[in-house]
């Protein structure tokens, strides 16, 4: 780990010196605890150290324009607000800043510099990075990202799009990025962040975001992993959810098919805790996985207040020799009454050699709760496959049908709708639906 | 004149047990056939495999349909070619609505027969011209794929499928089951329109009262997997009137 110290030391002048002292913090845990191994009960069936190439490099990497960035931005819905960031860098000439009242929107640079102590008083505060690996790697060496601050009693009535695009040459660069995200009271706002692989190299990046939502705020996330082939990728968000606050939040990981090394892997890590009385997490996640992708979602909802809710809902198809790993997790601590906390977890595998491990957790320490998980692996339903073949559709196409029904439920369940939209047109593109 | 269905000494097993046995039976384009008979003598096991269904297994025998070998084709390219099957228990599919599905129905046997996929337009057209048929409205076809409709509800919608796909031999499996007087008349006028020279009918019941709508030409009595005793649309109103064991007790006198 010699070569992280030296790689923190060549960046220490570019971090503001409100952070430093956190971020050195982060530094040493992270060279304390490394890259977690297979024998870590969250990694048990996530081999990154297998698929992560080791000797990486932390520098920001060069940022420029390149032609699959321009074609991805060009073929979008014309979303209103969008924050781009390449390699993690932001460029202002690629986004679109919300001029509102009550809205601050910038980089998380800029916002450490001009909005006084605010970032600080928030940034690195919710992520544990004395035992999330990857959170304290971010914490310590992470130079830029978004930074989104929403006053009391404001409503955004538009989408704000964050667009991260790896266009990274060098294949030992690991990319750090990174949200911060505060609701004031009464606020409400919904959010997408979007990742894409524009290099043709394999790349690299960690996610970090902390998302606060208030009192009686509403925030609704949709994270869009939707290329996932050649890509490493670990996504963090850590969230609070104060009383009567309602977060939902979307991930949606599709992996194509694959061009590159074909060692791909994305993980989530999606925390919300509910420390507010009445406070409400929605957890969907839908997942395809192709070839020998590995996509990994941990879920962690911690119950804290009483009278609150939650639910998770996540699905997953895979084919070919994929693999998929959920692990939701239901804390209810002792004081959390009257929390009523669902699960919901279904895997399709449509191939023999595909895979799924799934692992739901349930933690009680309050006496008067409602909490039910419910699981399912398996194939399609013969007999409506075969209702469909009965009025001349192929096996083949009444299988993409049937997943899209299956994968569906999904993304009904996103609440901003032209997001909702892009991605049932994608959903139908990805299963070739005519439909 | 080719026959429409050619069966010919089939037998046919499921999970080993034989159910249909040297079962025979001809029908000619236009024509209507009623097959009734008690439950578990073979009624649906025959729409099944007709339909294609492949747990269903042909021991012996063959099924010509049109001159060609049925028994070579899969469900989809039977259905393609022509044949549907109505089902007595539609399967509910939540999430894909019965538009949607219809949509890629046609158009897989547009292109089996080298037509060009129908636009949204001529879609929209010739489904609303069905849908006059059973009286189905919009919103019902908007809606996913039997999912919480009635046992009406569910029948009409597969008379819709039917007149949609327009085939040339429909099979209708106990479609007067769970049918309240009302629903039946509605799906039974679908089926009449629907009756045409080039298009035949095997109607599956196991009483008379749908085929006081459905007026076949003939009547078929199923025992013990094989046809016990044929006549006209008189037959079912005996059947209707003495039931099914004076059939066994000719059956056995034979």
């Known amino acids: 780990m010699e070569n992280i110290a030296t790689q923190f030391k060549s960046l220490a002048n570019s971090f503001s010196k409100e952070s430093l002292a956190l971020r050195k913090e982060a530094l040493a845990s992270f060279q304390k605890l490394g890259i977690p191994t297979t024998r870590h009960e969250e990694w048990k069936y996530t081999n990154i150290k297998a698929r992560l190439r080791q000797e990486f490099s932390l520098l920001p990497a060069e940022s420029r324009v390149n032609k699959a960035v321009k074609n991805y931005i060009a073929s979008l819905p014309p979303y209103t607000y969008r924050l781009t960031f390449l390699n993690g860098v932001f460029h202002p000439e690629l986004s679109i800043i919300p001029d509102l009242k009550g809205v601050t929107v910038c980089s998380l640079r800029e916002a450490a510099a001009h909005t006084g102590g605010i970032v600080e008083k928030h940034f690195g505060r919710l992520v544990d990075y004395s035992q999330e690996h990857f959170a304290a790697l971010n914490t310590a060496f992470v130079t830029d990202g978004a930074f989104i601050h929403i006053h009391k009693n404001v409503a955004v009535n538009e989408p704000i799009y964050l667009q991260y695009f790896f266009t990274a040459t060098d294949e030992y660069a690991f990319v750090q990025t990174r949200n911060l995200v505060v609701l004031e009271e009464g606020a409400s706002l919904s959010l997408a962040e979007d990742f894409r692989n524009a290099s043709n190299i394999d790349v690299q990046y960690n996610h970090v975001a902390e998302m606060y939502v208030g009192n009686n705020a509403r925030l609704d996330v949709v994270e869009l992993q939707l290329e996932v082939s050649n890509a490493i990728g670990i996504h963090t968000l850590e969230s609070k959810v104060n009383r009567n606050g309602r977060l939902s939040a979307a991930t949606i990981t599709f992996s194509s098919p694959n061009t590159g090394t074909g060692q791909s892997l994305i993980r989530n890590n999606l925390t919300a805790r509910l420390t507010g009385e009445g406070a409400h997490a929605e957890f969907a996640g839908l997942y395809f996985g192709k070839e020998n992708a590995l996509i990994d979602n941990h879920v962690l909802i911690d119950h804290i207040a009483p009278n609150c809710t939650s639910n998770q809902l996540y699905k997953g198809v895979l084919s070919d020799e994929a693999t998929g790993v959920f692990n939701g997790k239901i804390f209810v601590k002792p004081g959390a009454q009257k929390t009523n906390a669902y699960q919901s977890s279904k895997a399709l595998l449509l191939s023999k050699g595909a895979s799924v491990n799934s692992k739901p957790q349930l933690e009680i320490f309050a006496d008067d709760v409602k909490c039910s998980h419910g699981a399912a692996i398996g194939q399609l339903d013969e007999n409506a496959l075969f209702y469909l073949m009965t009025r001349g559709v192929s096996r083949h196409e009444a299988t993409q049908i049937l997943t899209y029904a299956f994968a569906h439920e999904v993304v009904e369940h996103i609440q901003t709708k032209p997001i909702r939209q892009f991605l049932c047109d994608k959903l139908r593109d990805e299963l070739h639906l005519n439909f | ?254």
């Open chain 2, 1 to 254: 004149m080719q026959s429409m269905l050619s069966i010919n000494h089939l037998t046919v097993a499921v999970n080993g047990k034989e159910i249909l046995r040297d079962f025979s039976l001809t029908i000619n384009p236009g024509e209507v056939h009623a097959i009734m008979g008690p439950n578990g003598t073979g009624k649906s096991t025959l729409a099944a495999t007709l339909a294609g269904r492949e747990e269903y297994e042909v021991v012996s025998g063959e099924i010509l349909y049109k001159g060609r070998n049925l028994l070579e084709m899969e469900a989809d390219e039977r259905a393609r070619e022509g044949i549907f099957l109505a089902f007595q228990y539609p399967v509910e599919i939540p999430g894909v609505s019965t538009t949607n599905f219809m949509k890629a129905a046609v158009n897989a046997k547009r292109k089996h027969q080298g037509l060009e996929p129908l636009d949204a337009r001529e879609f929209l057209k010739l489904m609303n011209e069905k849908a006059q048929l059973v009286d189905i409205k919009r919103e019902f076809l908007s809606r996913s794929i039997n999912e919480g409709f009635s046992g009406g509800e569910k029948k009409r919608n597969e008379i819709f499928q039917m007149a949609m796909l327009e085939p040339s031999l429909c099979i209708l499996d106990e479609t007067d089951s769970g049918l309240d007087i009302d629903a039946l008349r509605i799906v039974a006028n679908g089926v009449n329109r629907l009756r045409s020279p080039e298009r035949s009918f095997l109607v599956i019941t196991h009483y008379q009262r749908l085929l006081n709508y459905i007026i076949p030409d003939y009547v078929h009595v199923l025992f013990d997997g094989r046809i016990a005793k044929s006549g006209g649309k008189e037959l079912a109103l005996k059947l209707e009137a003495e039931g099914y064991d004076w059939v066994k007790e000719e059956l056995v006198a034979d």
